[in-house]
């Protein structure tokens, strides 16, 4: 199959990558939004590359690590959606923001005030903001911020109403934050039942973050950013009127939670994860792809629709049940049939994006054959 790689490893399907992010534009383009992308799913800016030819308008982080990592590939436009609360962050946060050397100087030595990066962040919390404020006026900085609003996912944010309506006066005041928009999260479409469920999600992410950004307006605050961000609601919040940007993540490699919830279909599916058979059995194959090669996870809800911990589209029978860190134990329904020890199979991991964070390198193939790599840069 792939012989030249030493596995377990990543596999990326060029033409159903590229067939995705072409889908995502498309409804961006569709719903009047712009698209940002979460780069925490794939942390590569080889891939952040085909984004931004594809349509994107900057990126999207979940840490210092991963907008780091863009910065230092020349992205320039980046929404850290995560606060900074301690001071280890924040150092590596304000570095970022500094202004960066204009390649266009002889020396080196000198920043263009035209180059500072752009790099916006979230919070929720009266002391988080002035926490930042403090940081960037010692700095000399202005940190853009994006008020973070609970949907329903009930993790961080503020529901819309007088609490976020005071934070927002208060960052409004600080002179060195300066507030641009509201921004939301649908984590808890994971756990939709239905599609009805599901778009239910969608519609309750859009009004949510519309009415926070009505509210503030009304308070004389002005709100240009008005942002949702999920892969199973992108069909349906971004269509909300009033949002103005969208951050999907997932849906560059969908994953077989994607599928479970029905956003795409198994041929939707860029990621793959390539394996060699180690041992074979009459009720099982052993392959060499364990929890240190995908993790353990069932879904931030634990979707009872996941069997397994992966999918063999070439074999639906074969379920991936068990997992030890260097062992990957498929049950045989049928028995292994004509596979032998060293024959290399593929399947689609539940989640892409904890998969990823743990390999170095994304194996982009086409027509059965490998035509790049692409360096994982931002696993931390």
Known sequence: MFAELATPCL?????????????????????????????KTHKCPDLARRQQEAGATGFTAATVGEAAALLEAGFDDIFLAYPVVDEVRLRELLALMRPRTSPGTSNGNHADEGMENRLAVALDHPDQARFLDEAARRA?????????????????????????????????????????????????????????????????????????????????IPVPIVSVGSTPTMTVSPFVSGVTEMRPGNYVFHDAMQVMLKVCTWEDCALTVLATVIGVYPDRLV?????KAIGLDRGAHGLSQLTGYGRFINHPDWVLARLSEEHGVI???????????????????NHACAAVNLHPVLNVVEGGRLVAAWPIRARR
């Not at 008020?147 to 503020?158: A, N």
């Not at 005041?173 to 039942?193: D, I, K, N, R, S």
């Not at 045989?332 to 689609?348: C, E, K, S, T």
């Open 287 to 291: 392959i060499d792809a364990g929890s």
């Open 11 to 39: 596999l990326v399907e060029a033409s159903i990558l590229q067939r995705n992010l072409a889908r995502a534009m498309a409804l961006a383009t569709q719903a009047g939004v712009v698209l940002r992308p979460h780069v």
């Open 331 to 349: 049950d045989l329904p049928a028995g292994p049939g004509d596979v032998r020890p060293g024959d290399q199979v593929r399947f689609v991991p």
């Open 140 to 220: 000399g900085l202005t940190i853009p911020i994006r008020l973070e609003v609970d949907c329903g996912h009930h993790r961080c944010g503020l529901p819309p109403g007088p609490e976020l309506v005071a934070l927002a006066r208060l960052i409004d005041g600080l002179p060195g934050l300066t507030l641009e928009g509201v921004f939301t999260h649908a984590g808890h479409a994971y756990g939709a039942t239905s599609p009805e469920a599901l778009a239910a999600i969608g519609r309750q992410e859009g009004e949510a973050v519309v009415t926070a950004a009505r509210m503030l307006r009304e308070a004389g």
